[in-house]
Every structure is written in C-alpha cells, then in structure tokens.
C-alpha cells in the first residue's frame, strides 16, 4: 500500500527516505542524473505501479529537463496552432543508472502531481510544482527510476473546499488546491500549453563522495551598509564540509577582495568581504549595472561562485501616503517595461538563449524593468543572471493570482507547501541586485473587491502576514508589495498605491485619462491587440481575410467579455483617425493593418509622454505584454517570432534616458520635457518647428540648456517664440496656420540629435499631404544601409521587408531630413545573406509605398 504525501514529505519504504529538499543557494556543478530517459503516455490511473504498464507501450526519448509538451516537440508530434490536451493522461518517465552506496536523489522541479519510484518503490508523492524534493536511497548496482505525473483534471475533481469568490478567468478554479502554473488555463488570451513533467533538473548526489565539490551550491548575497558593501557567502556540502577556504570578490576594474571560509556546522562553510565605496549597482537607464565576480578555493580547488551586486532599494509609500515610487540607490527612477509570460511556453526552459533574446529586447527596446506576473511561472536562474548583467530591474510576483487564498494560515492547508515554496526561492535568489520588487500575487484583492467579497474579504493573511514575514526574514534589501493592484477605496484605484491602468485601453477612455486618472504606478497598463508586420503574419497565413476566425482565435479577450480587445484597438482607430475600421478592414485591408500599427504606437507615445513629463504624478508603468504566446495580434509588443512590432518601436524612442516629450496644455500651448536620467550633467540645446503643408517653416525658436545627471526640465513652447502662436490651434482664431510641431534635442557639443518629438494638432490620418518619400540602397564592408530622405513631414515610417529587419523602425522624418538604416539578415549570426536586401517603405500619409531591391 503506497502512502501518499504532500510536496516530498516522508514515506514507507526500507532504506528509502524523503525531505522537503530545502538546501538553499544555486548548484555549483551539474550532477545531473545521467542515462537515457524515456517515456509513454497511458488513460488515467491505468497503472498504479511500475510494474502495472504494458510492457508492449512504445516509449520515446525525453529530455529532461523538460516537460510533455517538450518531448512531443521533439517527436515532431506538437502542434502550435492546436496544443492536445495534457492533463486528462497519465505520464511515465523512467531512466537507468549506475550506483551502489547511500545516495540522494534531489528533484529541482515535477509538474505536478507526481511520483517517484525507484527499483520498485514508492519514494515520493508530491503537488507542488514549485520546490525541490530530496529522497535519501541505498542502491545496489543497476537502477530504474520511474516518475509518474498523474491526469491533473481528474485529481482536481476530487479536490473540494470554501470558495468565495470564483474567478472567470482561471479554468479550472479548483486550480487554487494545487501548486502549479497557470499558463495554459486562461483561456482568450494563453494557449492551452499544459505544464507536465521533470521541468527542473534531476540530480544524483552522493554525500560520501571523495569529491570534496560534489554536490556544492553556493548562497551569495551582497548588502550595503553605509560606506561599506558586505559580501556574504555561503557553502552547502552534502558530505562534511571541510574545515576552511578562502575566497575573493573582483569588481570590473580588477581591483579583488580577499576573505576567508570558516565552518559554521557540519556541511557548511561561511564568510563576510567588506568593500569599501563598492561600485554601485544601477538600471542601465540611470547607469551601469555593475556587478562583482566572487570565488571560492577550497583545497586548492577553484569555484565560481557567481557575481553579485550592490544596490539599495526603497519606496515613498512612508513618507507620500499613496504614493508609490522606486528609489535605486536613494534616486527616483521611472520604471518603464513590460510583463513577461513565458520564454519557452511548451517547454518552459531554463536557457541562457531564451533568456538572453528576450531580455536583450527588453533593454534594447528602453526598458528598466520587467515584471513576472502571478499567474506565469518562476523563471530560472539564467533569467534572474542576465537581468543583472542587463541592468533590468525585475518586479516579481510569488504564484498567486485570482484566488481566495483565505483558508491558507498556521496548521491550515498549503501554508507548509507555501513558507518552503517562498523560502526557498528567496533564499536561491538573494545574489541578485536586479530583483527590487517582490509582491505576494496578482489581482486577488481585485478580484475579491469586483465580484462582490465584502471589503472584509479583500486582504487575505498569504499576502498581508505569511509572504511579507519570509520576505523580511530572507530579503529585507527589496520592497514588499502585497497585490498587484493594491492601495485606494478599491485595490485597483489609480490614484492610489499600483495599479492595472486600462482606463485608456480596454475602457476605451479618452488620452486625455491618462492625466486625469493621476496614476501613481502602472503596474499593468496599455493591452492593445497589436498587429505583426507583414512578414510574421504571411509566415503563418493571417495576411488574409482579417477577420477570419484563425485570425480572430489570436485575438485576446477578457474571459467572459462580448468585445475582445481588437475592438478596443479599433475603437481607437475611430476616435484618433477618424476612419470606420469595419470598411477599412475590408475595402483597404494593407491600410487597415497600417493604420491598426500605427494607432498603438501613436496612443503608447501619448501615455508615457505624460507620464514622463515633468510634474507627472506617475512613477512607473509596464505595458501588458512583451511578447505574444502565438502568432497573431496578441498583446505582445514583440511578435512570437521575436521580430518588434510598431508599439515596441514607440516606445523604444519615449523611453530613453536622454528624452523630449510634448505635452497638450490646451489653452496653455505645448509644454516640453528634457530629461537627463544618466549619472552625467548634458550640456544641450533644443529646436522648436512648426510646419504648414509638413513641409514650411511656420514658426521656430532654439533654446540651450544644460542638466543636471538625473534632472529634468520643463519649457514652455510658447516663452521661446516672439510672438503668439496658437501651437495646440486651442483658441481657433482663423485656419490652423500649421499641421505638424517638432522638438529636437541635439547634444551641444557635436550637434548630435538624441531624441525627437512630434505634436500634430490634427490626428486624422488623411490630415498630411503625401511626404515625398526617396530610399536608397547600399552596401558597405558587407553590411546593408537603407538611407530614407523625405521632403515633407512624413509620419510613422517604416519598413517591411522580405528577410531583414530594419535596426530603426517605425519613426517620424522631419522635412529634408534622413535617416540611415542598418538592415540585419535574419539568418545565423555571422553569415551573410546570399540574396540582398528587398522591401518596401511605408508612411501613413504616403499613397501606396516606396520599394527597393538590392
């Protein structure tokens, strides 16, 4: 009779013993469980054993770690357009291996009800697919292990309790009684990508190994105090530690710091380096993430125990109650970025590549942060390495969203489950600078508060005492956040404390909400169904008809909602360019793609410019999302295929440290904003045009200024002219004299432009003549340049092309100006293209477009 247990607590078996596998610190070597893992997939409960499975089943490679949906991509049997359904079999995994002695096996990841046996036995029942198992064996010779991971729906039947409220977005809701992802459960807007299987890596460890560094995982964690970085470090042996070593921490600069290992018990080593002045950690936007090598020598033995950073993270929720502000090393910073859902969705990856492309768009794009939402999955460690070397700050929720969590408390149902899951995490996670926000889940005092709980019911003792007592324990050096949104009469007021802002968006409020609503931080905001650009969308035959139900299954809509959120796109449309999408759609439908790129680029810019100016009560806002789970127009702001899309190219240009933004002030002109959020004082100057027909010089004024590192400066538009002009046409005196605003800011010293903004006091998109468009083609050193010129104002230019990507895209050209292009194959890195370069370029007030072929 087996013995069923709850996340890798014992179980009966002779010589077989499991823990909750709570080692903390990252692994220094592998370890990996070595052999050939295979797997077969059986009906529910058919097996209850090993030795129950048809010895006829055809088993199929696996790797691992990886999860079904992974083993069935590299069988050639997974389809992305329509995942099969994971959670109504079982799986078995099972492996051979050589060992004889007292071993331990550690599970660092099983998705999700699962077990293990080994050479015949039960040795671990667990749910929980967010911490790591231990099962202490003695082995003789030749092994098999088998892990099983049971059918999830027909467990989750069995699984009853007090609800009092039920999410409509999470299916099914008795999702709450286990500990697993969500993705894959919320349907309208994720796929249904089912998390099943080893997803972390299996380890054989042996605890008497004359290997004095197997098995070894180091704890690294670095605080600031005063003058004085303190650099601590940790050593886990799973046999007896030795008696001392050493170790030192390097800056980039070569200068290192010596210090020395003394043991504190039997299988650990410990020790402090003090830094004096360290160099200080920083979000690449405000300065350099730089961070400090450490590594150990234990018997003449080299470990590379990682890198580290030293940052101080604090908010102003104290001193400005509602308020909420990060401040980096004692700076305000205005956290900008987006929400991340999955790298790898199938397989749920932990890779230096996956981790690495993603992010270097994030950066690339303008961001400093990005956020892990509560209903997504831990990333692994490569995720959490490159944000440091990236200099992202990471705002990241534990796995909780939706839910009443209610019954969880001392003694009550998951609450063991749970202090190991957070504990756990964050002590494996302390090393890292880059994690400044830490918040207990998303939306459940939202949820709780808009499906009628009684304001008793919003705050829930998960959130408000459990997480924010092992945070405090484990991380002090972060800010705690308990929801995702929280703060206000309603926990998603925006005046109050973070917030979801979708005011303008799916609430389909004017841009002039994006002030009045005086959002403090934006936790999530601006979820536009964004369109791909025509390469992505011919790839996977969406080109054509738009409203097609295969186009349309890639649209995401709240669950339960008559609209989905291309309505909300084209209401937009409507409102801002005064087009009626339906006829668009179908009488021009290349323009209606144009148009529908070019409206959320132009609401983006509008949002964040007023967010960024310079009195704005805003602090923070991260788009939802980065990057689509599919093909198609989903919320990502980066397509499936990692190409940008036009709101990722906005926001790259009114997310940088160096930044004009414009501001309508109606009746009180146009306002500029110069920002300088480098650690450099800028001397610069800034030039003001108006332009008729896009073309003539209407008005003009330059204005020198020089700021301070991390300032900002107001300008009013209308104290730089000699004389009135109706730059916003607010007081209508006559015919608008004008069509198009631009502000420039050049550096003074070379004349180089930095940053540009673009005011057009008519948005209609038949409002501008046609801009005159010349390109051309060349090649130099063996790198392909596209130099666009134009000859009126010519909006929102970009570029479509067959296998390249343009560095610079979707932009505005100023009159008689140009911009030079660097066009990148999309093949291996390193290797040149056998065919040149060959597209077209685009304006929104163009007729039709401007090829070229090289």
């Excluded at 730089?720 to 002009?725: A, K």
Aim: aromatic content about 10%; hydrophobic content about 40%.
């Amino acid at each position: 009779m087996k013995a069923q247990t709850y996340a890798g607590t014992s179980t009966s078996g002779s010589g077989l013993q499991a823990s909750p596998g709570s080692r903390p610190g990252v692994a220094i070597g592998s370890d990996a469980l070595g052999g050939e893992w295979a797997w077969v997939q059986t009906p529910a409960d058919a097996a209850d054993s090993p030795a129950a499975l048809d010895p006829a089943a055809v088993w199929l490679p696996a790797p691992v770690p990886g999860t079904v949906a992974s083993a069935l991509r590299a069988a050639g049997r997974w389809d992305d357009s329509a995942p099969p359904p994971l959670h109504l079999h079982d799986y078995w995994y099972r492996v051979s291996f050589a060992g004889r002695g007292r071993r331990v096996l550690r599970f660092n990841g099983l998705a999700t009800v699962a077990e293990a046996w080994l050479n015949g036995k039960l040795v671990l029942s667990a749910q929980h697919m967010f911490v790591a198992h231990e099962v202490e064996a003695d082995l003789d010779g030749d092994n098999l292990l088998y892990l099983c991971f049971r059918a999830l729906h027909p467990w989750l039947r069995k699984q009853r309790g007090p609800m009092r409220w039920k999410p409509r977005m999470i299916v099914p809701p008795t999702l709450r009684t286990v500990r697993t992802t969500l993705l894959g459960h919320m349907p309208g807007w994720c796929p249904p990508v089912h998390a099943v299987g080893p997803w972390r890596s299996v380890q054989l460890l042996d605890p008497a190994s004359d290997d004095i560094l197997h098995g070894v995982r180091a704890d690294l964690w670095g605080q600031v105090q005063g003058d004085l970085g303190v650099i601590t470090l940790r050593l886990h042996f799973p046999a007896s530690a030795p008696a001392s070593g050493s170790f030192e921490a390097r800056d980039g600069e070569g200068c290192c710091y010596p210090g020395s290992l003394s043991r504190v018990d039997d299988h650990t080593l410990v020790g402090t380096v003090r830094v004096e002045r360290p160099r200080l950690w920083w979000p690449h936007t405000h300065g350099e993430p730089c961070l400090y090598g450490v590594d150990a020598t234990i018997e003449g033995r080299a470990i590379d125990c990682g890198r580290m950073g030293f940052r101080t993270v604090s908010s102003d929720r104290a001193d400005e109650p509602g308020h909420f502000a990060l401040h980096i090393n004692g700076e305000r910073v205005f956290c900008r970025g987006a929400c991340i859902s999955s790298h790898d969705l199938p397989g749920l990856a932990d890779t230096d590549e996956a981790s690495r492309h993603w992010l270097t768009l994030a950066r690339e794009g303008g961001m400093n942060m990005v956020r892990i939402s509560g209903v997504t999955c831990y990333p692994g460690e490569a995720f959490y390495r490159i944000c440091d070397e990236l200099g992202l700050l990471v705002w990241h929720d534990f796995m909780f969203a939706n839910f009443d969590y209610g019954g969880i408390g001392p003694g009550i149902g998951l609450t063991d489950d749970i202090t190991r899951e957070v504990s756990e995490w964050l002590t494996s996670t302390r090393a890292h600078p880059s994690l400044a926000v830490l918040c207990g889940g998303s939306e459940a005092e939202q949820q709780a508060s808009m499906l009628g709980a009684s304001r008793s019911d919003w705050k829930q003792p998960l959130f408000d005492e459990l997480i924010p007592g092992l945070v405090a324990a484990h991380r002090p050096d972060v800010v705690y956040v308990s929801n995702s949104p929280t703060g206000g009469s309603w926990p998603f007021q925006p005046d109050t404390g973070v917030s979801h802002y979708y005011g303008v968006g799916a609430y389909q409020r004017p841009l002039a909400d994006a002030r009045l609503a005086q959002v403090r931080f934006a936790s999530e905001c601006l979820a536009f169904a964004n369109v791909p650009g025509d390469r992505t969308l011919t790839e996977h035959g969406l080109s054509v008809p738009l409203h097609a139900p295969r186009w349309k299954a890639t649209v995401p809509r709240d669950a339960g909602a008559p609209w989905d959120f291309e309505d909300v796109r084209e209401h937009y449309l409507r409102v801002l360019y005064d087009v009626d999408p339906p006829h668009l759609r179908y009488e021009q439908p290349r323009r209606y793609l144009m148009l529908s790129r070019a409206v959320v680029a132009d609401v983006m810019t509008e949002v964040f410019s007023e967010w960024r100016r310079v009195g704005s009560s805003c602090s923070g806002g991260l788009v939802w999302q980065l990057q689509d789970l599919m093909p198609g127009a989903g919320w990502g702001i980066v397509d499936a295929c990692g190409r940008p899309k036009s709101a990722w190219h906005a926001l790259r240009q009114v997310w940088q440290p160096l930044q004009v933004l414009i501001t309508d002030e109606g009746l009180n002109g146009l306002h500029l904003h110069v920002l300088n959020e480098t650690p450099q004082p800028r001397a610069l100057w800034l030039a003001l045009h108006c332009l008729r027909d896009g073309e003539t010089v209407v008005a003009q004024a330059r204005h020198s200024l020089c700021l301070p590192a991390r300032s900002a400066e107001r300008v009013e538009a209308a104290a730089l002219l000699d004389r009135f002009f109706d730059l916003t046409y607010a007081y209508r005196f006559g015919p608008p004299t004008h069509d198009v605003v631009v502000a420039t800011l050049f550096a003074a010293d070379s004349g180089e432009p930095l940053s540009q903004a673009v005011y057009l006091p008519d948005r209609r998109a038949a409002a501008l003549k046609v801009p005159g468009l010349r390109a051309q083609l060349e090649q130099v050193e063996g790198e392909w340049w596209l130099t666009v010129s134009t000859q009126r104002f010519a909006r929102w230019v970009h570029i479509e092309d067959h296998a390249y990507h343009a560095s610079e895209n979707w932009f505005h050209l100023a009159p008689g100006s140009s911009r030079r292009v660097r066009l990148v194959h999309e093949g291996k890195a390193g290797v040149h293209a056998v065919s040149p370069p060959s597209g077209e370029v685009y304006a929104v007030n163009a007729e039709g477009s401007l090829g070229y072929d090289g």
